[in-house]
């Protein structure tokens, strides 16, 4: 699982990047919780969780549907 979630996250990269940003796969638990850290300007962003949940979680869950949700860790 931890393979189709980088594939997503790396379709998902160039877009948070030309805005100075970017987001790191820090884990994948076997009940389906993906862990992510956001960096550069997405680190410090007001909109970040939306980023999270609107760009990030809804992706990764419709093309890895055993992911159970989304979480960012500092």
Known sequence: ???K???VLNK??????ADGGDVELVDVTEDG????RLTGACAGCPMSTFTLRLAIEQRIKE???????VEQVM
Do not use: T
């Not at 919780?33 to 992510?36: A, P, S, Y």
């Open 12 to 17: 998902i990269r160039p877009g948070l990047q």
């Open 1 to 3: 699982m931890r393979d």
């Open 33 to 36: 919780v993906v862990k992510v």
């Open 63 to 69: 093309e890895v549907p055993e992911v159970k949700k």
């Open 5 to 7: 979630v980088e594939a």
